[in-house]
């Protein structure tokens, strides 16, 4: 079946940090892959999304490249700020349904420090 | 504001009791679809409307039950309530509802089962 591996959290940074979180995926075929944030209190927001092959997504200053020989999307940013800290989702659309139906992995907490 | 409008916010029921939760749609959008958020199993997708029509169903109880009127608003009503049924509930619409597309999340309906 289709799912999502993230890496346990949470990850701890100070600012101006490099940041890597690892996202690797199950799934037949090709399909569209997304990172979704949530801050406290707060839904789910999509940051970014690739939806085929050696893709890169990218917004805010975070970037993810579709990898699919290495099934892996891994979130990444140069230097995180202190309003970074939140929930990190990788998810994953399967490709051959027709419709849209989001496999989440468990999420990542980043708190970044001042 | 992702536009997706979910109420109520929080809501304490006890076990037992039935409870509806109500969802409207960004505006254009005309699928619908709904998670289920739990510290133990994580994002669940539950069911997903377009239209009107069922287009999709996931994880969802028997207990459970939704639908999407001609407004294209949605209501997940949950019958016959347990304390395992206490979750955050999000709603989320895309345009088409397919595969890739983007979906917006509203900020969820805290469900308390005493």
């Known amino acids: 079946g289709n799912s999502v591996t993230q890496m346990e959290g949470p990850v701890t940074l100070s600012e101006e940090a490099f940041l890597t979180i690892n996202c690797t995926y199950t799934?037949?075929?090709?399909?569209?892959l997304f990172w979704y944030v949530q801050y406290p209190g707060e839904g789910l927001q999509l940051l970014l999304k690739?939806?085929?092959?050696?893709d890169k997504g990218s917004n805010k200053g975070f970037e993810a490249t579709y990898r699919k020989e290495t099934t892996s999307f891994h979130l990444e940013k140069g230097s995180v700020q202190v309003s970074d800290s939140a929930v990190y989702f990788c998810?994953?659309?399967?490709?051959?349904?027709?419709?849209?139906?989001?496999?989440f992995g468990t999420g990542t907490r980043l708190l970044v420090s001042p | 504001d992702s536009g997706v409008t979910q109420t109520p916010k929080h809501l304490i029921t006890a076990t037992g009791q039935r409870v509806t939760l109500r969802c409207s749609p960004r505006?254009?959008?005309?699928?619908v679809y709904w998670y289920q958020q739990s510290l133990d199993q994580g994002l669940q997708f539950l069911i997903q409307?377009?239209?009107?029509?069922?287009?999709a169903k996931g994880n969802i109880l028997e207990r459970f039950s939704a639908q999407q009127f001609p407004d294209l608003h949605s209501e997940l009503n949950l019958s016959s309530l347990e304390l395992g049924d206490s979750a955050l509930y999000f709603c989320?619409?895309?345009?088409?509802?397919?595969?890739?597309?983007?979906?917006?999340f509203g900020q969820g309906t805290r469900l308390t089962v005493v």
């Open positions: 505006s254009g959008d005309l699928s």
């Open positions: 409307y377009y239209n009107g029509e069922e287009r």
């Open positions: 799934a037949t075929g090709y399909p569209s």
């Open positions: 989320a619409s895309s345009e088409t509802g397919a595969a890739g597309t983007e979906a917006f």
């Open positions: 998810a994953l659309s399967p490709w051959n349904t027709g419709f849209q139906k989001l496999v």
């Open positions: 690739a939806t085929k092959a050696d």
